[in-house]
C-alpha cells in the first residue's frame, strides 16, 4: 500500500515562505469591513440586539439567485448543514450513500453520524471527481443517496448520476437522491451550464475561512428546489420549529451581512483565481514527469487546489521527496488534497472495513497540490513555477519516471 499520503513531513512548516496551502480563500475587500460596521452599530441598541432574520434572508435570496435554485438556507457550517440534508432522509440501518473515496472526511464522517452504511467508490482519473462507471457497479437497492463532491474545484457532471439513479430504485425510497458537496465549487457552472447549486436534490457549501467565498471563518449553505426539504431544513436549524427535533445551527448578522457582498464578488474572485491557475499550467506544462489539471472555461473548474500528478514510479516515497525539496530548499509547502479518508481516518477506516478503492490509492500517492492563490503576485507565482521545475529536475536525475 502506498504511504499515508495524509502525513507528509515537510519540514519547518511555519518557516515557509507560501504555506501548504492558503489560510483565506475569498479575500475581503472594503466594502466586507463596512457591512460588520454597519451590523455592529445596529446591533448595540439592547431592543435590536444580533437577531438575524433580516439579514441572513437576504443572503439567502441573493445566493439562490447566484446559484439558480429555488431555495437557500444559510448554516453555521458546511458540515453542519449537510449533516442536517442527511438527517432527514431518515437513514434505516443497511441504507447506503455512495461516495468517492478521494474527498474530505467531513462527508464521510457527516454519512457514518447520520447511520448511513458508506461505500466508497473510485474516482476517474483526470479530475478525480466520483467515476460514474464505478459508481454503476456499487448500487444496489439499498442505495439511498449518491454523494457527488466537486473536488478542488473541478465540477462534475451531474448527468450520469441522475440517470443511474432513476434505474436503480432503494427498495422502499425509489430513485435514490443525488446530493452535491459543493464546498471547494461555489460560483461554478456544471458541463450542462447550470450553476452549481442548481441540479441535485440538495447542494452543500461551505464558507469556511479557505473556501472561495468566506463568512468571517465558518457558515454553510443549502440550495434545493424541494421545497418541503427546505421547510424542513429551517426548522432544523431553530429547535424543530416547535414541533419536530431541532438544533441550533443559525448563520450570526455579521456572517450573513459579509456573505451578502461576497456572494456579489464571487465571480470576480473566482475569474483571478482561474487566470491565476491557468497561468500556472501554462508554465508547469513542459515537464513531462507532471501531469497537470485540465484547463476547463465557463467556470467549469475553479482550481480550489492546483493538482499536480507525479509518475506512477514516483508514487508515494518520490512525491513524499519532491514535496520536502520544495518546502526545505525553495519555502514552497504543499498539501495532498485529499487521499483516501479510509487512510488516514480511523473511524472512517473501522467503518469501511473490507472496502479497498486501488486507483484512488494510487493516484492519491502521486498528488501534491502546491500553494495558489489569486492574491499571490506575479513575481511569487513565478517563484513557484520555478521551484516546482528546479525540483521535479533534481528528482529525476535520481528516480526513474517509468
Same mark, same amino acid.
Given at each position: /500500500? ?6 507528509? $513531513?515537510?519540514?519547518?512548516? +511555519? ?6 496551502? $492558503? ?19 445596529? %446591533?448595540?441598541? !439592547? =431592543?435590536?440586539? !444580533? ?9 439567502? +435570496?441573493?445566493?439562490?439567485? @447566484? ?46 453520524? @447520520? ?46 448520476? &441522475? ?11 425509489? $430513485? ?14 456544471? $458541463? ?16 469556511? %475561512? ?10 454553510? /449553505? ?5 421545497? %418541503?426539504?427546505? =421547510? ?12 419536530? !427535533?431541532?438544533?441550533?445551527? &443559525? ?23 482561474? @487566470? ?5 499550467? #501554462? ?14 472555461? @465557463? ?5 480550489? =487546489? ?7 514510479? !514516483? ?34 477506516? #473501522?467503518?469501511?472495513?473490507? #472496502?479497498?478503492?486501488? =486507483? ?40 526513474? %519516471?517509468?
Amino acid at each position: /500500500m502506498p504511504t499515508n499520503p495524509a502525513m507528509v $513531513p515537510q519540514g519547518d512548516l +511555519e518557516g515557509l515562505r507560501w504555506p501548504v496551502e $492558503p489560510r483565506q480563500g475569498g479575500w475581503y475587500t472594503d466594502a466586507e469591513h463596512e457591512a460588520v460596521h454597519r451590523v455592529l452599530a445596529d %446591533s448595540v441598541d !439592547w =431592543r435590536t440586539g !444580533w437577531r438575524a432574520a433580516r439579514e441572513v434572508e437576504e443572503f439567502e +435570496e441573493a445566493f439562490a439567485a @447566484q446559484a439558480g435554485a429555488g431555495h437557500a438556507v444559510a448554516f453555521n457550517a458546511g458540515g453542519t448543514a449537510l449533516e442536517m440534508v442527511l438527517h432527514h432522509l431518515q437513514l434505516a440501518p443497511g441504507d447506503e450513500i455512495i461516495s468517492c473515496a478521494v474527498n474530505f472526511v467531513g462527508p464521510h464522517l457527516a454519512v457514518i453520524g @447520520q447511520g448511513g452504511r458508506l461505500v466508497l467508490a473510485e474516482p476517474e482519473p483526470v479530475c478525480l471527481n466520483l467515476d460514474p462507471v464505478d459508481v454503476e457497479r456499487r448500487l444496489t437497492d439499498r442505495t439511498r443517496a449518491i454523494l457527488v463532491t466537486h473536488w478542488n474545484g473541478a465540477v462534475a457532471d451531474l448527468r450520469p448520476f &441522475l440517470e443511474l439513479a432513476e434505474h436503480h430504485p432503494h427498495r422502499v425510497h425509489g $430513485p435514490p437522491l443525488v446530493i452535491v458537496d459543493a464546498a471547494r465549487a461555489c460560483g461554478g457552472r456544471t $458541463p450542462s451550464g447550470a450553476p452549481v447549486g442548481a441540479e441535485g436534490w440538495a447542494t452543500v457549501f461551505s464558507f469556511e %475561512s479557505k473556501k472561495l467565498m468566506t463568512t468571517l471563518g465558518q457558515g454553510g /449553505m443549502v440550495t434545493t428546489n424541494d421545497a %418541503s426539504l427546505a =421547510r424542513q431544513l429551517r426548522q432544523t436549524r431553530t429547535y424543530g420549529g416547535r414541533e419536530e !427535533w431541532g438544533t441550533n445551527q &443559525l448563520l450570526t448578522k455579521a456572517q450573513a451581512a459579509v456573505g451578502l457582498v461576497q456572494t456579489e464578488r464571487l465571480d470576480e474572485m473566482n475569474a483571478a483565481r482561474i @487566470q491565476r491557475a491557468h497561468h500556472r499550467t #501554462q508554465a508547469l506544462a513542459d515537464i513531462p514527469e507532471l501531469s497537470l489539471p485540465p484547463t476547463l472555461h @465557463q467556470q467549469r473548474h475553479l482550481y480550489y =487546489r492546483h493538482n499536480l500528478l507525479v509518475p506512477d514510479a !514516483w508514487a508515494g516515497a518520490g512525491r513524499d521527496a519532491l514535496m520536502n525539496m520544495l518546502a526545505s530548499r525553495y519555502g514552497v509547502g504543499s498539501i495532498v488534497n485529499d487521499p483516501p479518508t479510509y487512510l488516514g481516518h480511523r473511524l472512517i477506516q #473501522q467503518h469501511t472495513r473490507g #472496502q479497498r478503492c486501488p =486507483r484512488a490509492e494510487q493516484l492519491a500517492a502521486r498528488l501534491l497540490c502546491p500553494c495558489l492563490h489569486p492574491r499571490m503576485t506575479a513575481e511569487e507565482e513565478d517563484a513557484v513555477c520555478d521551484a516546482i521545475r528546479n525540483t521535479t529536475r533534481q528528482l529525476a536525475a535520481h528516480l526513474p %519516471s517509468e
